[in-house]
C-alpha cells in the first residue's frame, strides 16, 4: 500500500524558506507521477508543482516559479519542496501526492485527478 508522509512545515517571516519532505513509501513502479498541492481557508486545493520520477522534469505553476523548486531523492524515496522568498499568500495546508500519470513515460500534470494517494498535509504559514 502507497502511503505519503509529509514534514517540515511551520510559521515563517515573508521573504523566509522553508523545506517541505514527504517519505514515500509502497511504490512498485519507477515511472510515476509525485506532486505538490495547497489550500487555503475558503479556497480550492491548487496544485504548485509536479515532477516525473524517472527523469526528474519538474512542472510549475506561475505562482511559484522561480520561488519553490521540487525535487526528488530516489535513495531516500523522498520527495522535497524547497520553499524561498515566501509571501504571505503561501500560506496554506501543503500535500504531497501521487500518481501513474498518463501514457509510459508518463506525463505528469497538477491536477488533482491525476492523483490516487495523498498525504495527510503539511500547514505552512507565512506572516
Known amino acids: 500500500d502507497v502511503q505519503l508522509v509529509e514534514s517540515g512545515g511551520g510559521s515563517v517571516q515573508a521573504g523566509g524558506s522553508l523545506r517541505l519532505s514527504c517519505a514515500a513509501s509502497g511504490y512498485t513502479s519507477s515511472r510515476y507521477c509525485m506532486s505538490w498541492f495547497r489550500q487555503a481557508p475558503g479556497q480550492e486545493r491548487e496544485g504548485i508543482a509536479s515532477i516525473r520520477t524517472v527523469d526528474g522534469m519538474a512542472t510549475y505553476v506561475d505562482s511559484v516559479r522561480g520561488r519553490f523548486t521540487i525535487a526528488k531523492d530516489i535513495a531516500r524515496n523522498t520527495l522535497y519542496l524547497q520553499m524561498d522568498s515566501l509571501e504571505v499568500e503561501d500560506t496554506a495546508m501543503y500535500y504531497c501526492?501521487?500518481?501513474?500519470?498518463?501514457?509510459?513515460?508518463?506525463?505528469?500534470?497538477?491536477?488533482?485527478?491525476?492523483?490516487?494517494?495523498w498525504g495527510q498535509g503539511t500547514q505552512v504559514t507565512v506572516s
Open positions: 501526492a501521487a500518481g501513474a500519470g498518463r501514457g509510459y513515460t508518463p506525463r505528469c500534470t497538477i491536477e488533482s485527478s491525476e492523483y490516487t494517494h
